[in-house]
């Protein structure tokens, strides 16, 4: 089976340290989506790559927050300062888009990264 | 813009009985609607999903769901729940008529299923 892969599946460090998590998408999808789940905020939404590029990060705080897609086969998430705030667990998740129907299939996640800040 | 309530955060139910977690959605447009399904340190994984057509879909599992657009609602049924459906359970929507292209998630609903 294909799978979404996410390393580290776990984090620690402390506050003003720079986190960097990353994900290999299942080969052949050409969307990447970087959720953050909470207990607080629930799933939330961070950005969305097509085609490795940026469609959609306006859930990211823009400060500390930047998210890449080196080559298609790597996304990368960083934070830089981190700050305890930001002790979640990240989701990566992948997908296929074929002409306009966008949307219509589904998400195929990771089993994410636990972060926590100090 | 597009929305999803998951109004309850906890279901219980005896196994063998059937079980429902409830799902309704506010969109502009006409909507995609998706199930997903976690367990314990784990990534969402995909159940069923409503794009258009027939208003009842089936899913992994045998787990299934009826569209509703008089009511907005989306709900995850199942005839006869087991132990092992103990998760949580996220709806999704996606609104066609607007031009935001990724997924709005519920809160989720915690299924508790007793022996």
């Known amino acids: 089976d294909a799978r979404v892969t996410q390393t580290p599946r776990h984090k620690v460090t402390e506050m003003g340290q720079e986190v960097t998590m990353r994900c290999q998408p299942i080969?052949?999808?050409?969307?990447v989506f970087w959720y953050r789940q909470t207990m607080m905020q629930g799933l939330e939404l961070l950005a969305y790559f097509r085609n490795r590029a940026p469609l959609d990060d306006s859930g990211m705080p823009k400060d500390r927050f930047s998210a890449e897609m080196p080559d298609a086969t790597l996304a990368t998430l960083k934070i830089q300062p981190s700050e305890p705030r930001d002790s979640a667990v990240y989701f990566c998740?992948?997908?296929?888009?074929?002409?306009?129907?966008?949307?219509?299939?589904?998400?195929?996640f990771g089993d994410g990264t636990r972060l926590s800040i100090l | 813009a597009q929305s999803v309530a998951q109004p309850e955060d906890q279901v219980n139910v005896a196994e063998g009985n059937p079980l429902t977690v409830k799902c309704t959605y506010s969109v502009s447009g006409n909507p995609y609607l998706f199930w997903y399904v976690q367990y314990p340190n784990r990534g969402l994984q995909f159940l069923l999903k409503?794009?258009?057509?027939?208003?009842l879909v089936k899913g992994s599992y045998g787990f299934e769901a009826e569209f509703n657009k008089s009511q907005t609602s989306f709900h995850l049924k199942k005839p006869s729940a087991l132990v092992s459906d103990s998760a949580l359970y996220f709806c999704?929507?996606?609104?066609?008529?607007?031009?935001?292209?990724?997924?709005?998630f519920g809160s989720g609903t915690r299924l508790q299923v007793q022996p």
């Open positions: 409503y794009i258009t057509g027939d208003n």
């Open positions: 999704a929507v996606r609104d066609i008529g607007t031009g935001r292209r990724a997924l709005t």
């Open positions: 080969l052949g999808h050409n969307t």
């Open positions: 998740a992948s997908g296929l888009v074929i002409g306009v129907g966008e949307g219509n299939q589904p998400q195929h």
